[in-house]
């Protein structure tokens, strides 16, 4: 004869219960599912440093490209990781100044990161 752990009665499972609470918290996380989308718009008059990608994945603005700094402090270092799981040295920070259509505007704690190839705004 089977037993409910349960409730201990006999002729069912624990899962068969009528006293079992029959909610249900369900959480899935599969890495492999993950996808990283990034747009690309090719502009002829514009320099790969004048770039910009949004980020939301990204957890601190990062630029790659010294000139671009209005202020920079350069004792400040760090590592930071990448989504392809590679790590890059940080070895400054400081603020970038951003023309948007007429308007300046001062991006602030922006990392600097000699080795990104693309600026990153994190959203």
Request: proline share 2%; glycine share 6%.
């Amino acid at each position: 004869m089977v037993e409910c752990f349960k409730c201990h009665k006999l002729r069912h499972f624990q899962y068969e219960c009528p006293t079992l609470n029959k909610e249900v918290n369900y959480a899935e996380l599969n890495e492999e599912d993950e996808m990283l989308l990034m747009s690309y718009v090719e502009l002829h008059e514009v320099k790969w440093n004048d770039a910009w990608f949004l980020d939301s994945g990204c957890s601190n603005h990062m630029c790659g490209y010294k000139g671009m700094f209005t202020n920079l402090d350069e004792s400040f270092q760090h590592l930071v990781k990448l989504g392809n799981n590679s790590k890059m040295s940080v070895v400054g920070k400081g603020n970038v100044k951003l023309l948007l259509h007429g308007i300046n505007h001062i991006v602030n704690e922006v990392y600097y990161v000699p080795k990104l190839k693309n600026n990153l705004l994190s959203i």
